[in-house]
């Protein structure tokens, strides 16, 4: 595979992961974000101003697009008023870039965009309704860049994130603050954990993305593990590794309604057509995530 | 009712009968459009630069906008990359009009949001599927919107037009050529003419549209007559009107193969929910036209 790729949001939790495993992929990688990385052609721009985005593309001529950035405050960003500035900015984005002769756009979605409820979420058949305006913005997004996409002759994926935790996630995220909680000692107070949620390592979640880039999938692609376990487990495996289990309290916090039992990815597409497969199961996963931040020497903050 | 709403495009060619609707219904009506109008409070604003939207909302604080303004340019507006402009711009002007304390957001989409092929769309069970940017651009839009507004409280509907007929019709579009070409008395050469289509006349559909404003009506709301007519025989009405049947061709023209052989709209919460039923029938409502481009004295060019 030989490209030029810009990735948006390049120093963000999944970003910096995906810019290794574009560049082992073959591609010229360029990056822009909020804070620059020594292993991609590094571009400061903020892509939430029209001439600062235009003027990107207009100067890197990107064959490939891997459009991560958006607003992800952790708290915030299901009803932050960015998710519309978010919707302008990536159609606009995508407009410079097919105008700049872009082959292959792949954006970034959420499990958020399908209505919730159904066992298993397959990308044909299980309908989108999102219950939250970040879900909404993300799902409208989608469509009129697929249309957008079909009319120009552009390829045009779309990787749908699960539920991610890894190296370098910041405080705010169910697994960065359980990790911060029992390294700190401190009472983890949280739901009674019988939720089931579909966890992949961030890593994992990079290199499928990269696949997606470097292949030619097109339309929504589920990026998950295919395999939904209860949060309570997730969170007892890191008690193992990290001691303090007497400080997860399960039961704390209730569960919102809006929540329901199950969220699991459909792998199929991810497996078969873009021909990926997760280097870590959850055990492997919990022991990296678990060494990294030993070896950072601190907790997440 | 009370109130002050602002009209985008209301210089349009549905915007220009909604303006009076709008009065008559006890509204101050402000517009911005590209002509002026002495009917309403006029404002000249570029809504496509943020700045000067956001400054006319402010200026204004409508507690009701109907945001009509989209590129509607024939024969263009299917595939304009200034879909995409309007998407942002709509987004960003619910924005502003959500943070100057606006009550009621009616926004303005189509009958081509619909998958195309069931005999009579519906709102609650008719897919959206859409098969063009601008079906696409106008069905995202309203997603995103529908989740902003369920967000913020703010009362949210959105009307889709189907087609639309009627005095002050630009050139480039069915009704308005086919009455330039039997006045002049020139060849129309058109399509078999056996698809059926929803026509009603423009003022019914302004005046829906006010209803709808006026209303609490949520959500989509289909604006049509309830009965689609062969475009054939809405095309002989003219020329029974206007003279010169031998010059429409039919057939001269293949249908693209994407065209249904029938768009209906279903009407039960035009008609139960906005309670809103049309002054014209079709031969009445051609009657109008046909007099409006006769007192007019030239043909529509």
Redesign the interface.
Known sequence: MSGRVLVTGAAGFVGRHAVPALRARGFEVHGVGRAASAEAHWHAADLLVPEARRALVAEIRPSHLLHLAWDAEPGRYW?S?R???W??AT??L??AFTAAGGRRFVGVGSCAEYAWGAPRFDEATTPCR?A??Y???K???R??L???AA?HGLSFAWGRLFYLYGPGERRGRLVSDAVHALMAGTAFPTSHGRQCRDFLHVADAAEALAALVAGDASGPVNIGSGTAIPVRALLEGLAARLGGAEHLDFGARPLSATEPPIIAAGTRILTEAVGFRPHFDLPRGLDDTVAWWRARGSAPG
């Open positions: 009803t008023a998710n519309l500035d919707v302008a159609l606009d995508a407009q999102p939250t305006l879900g909404a913005a799902d409208g997004t469509r009129i697929a249309a957008h009319q």
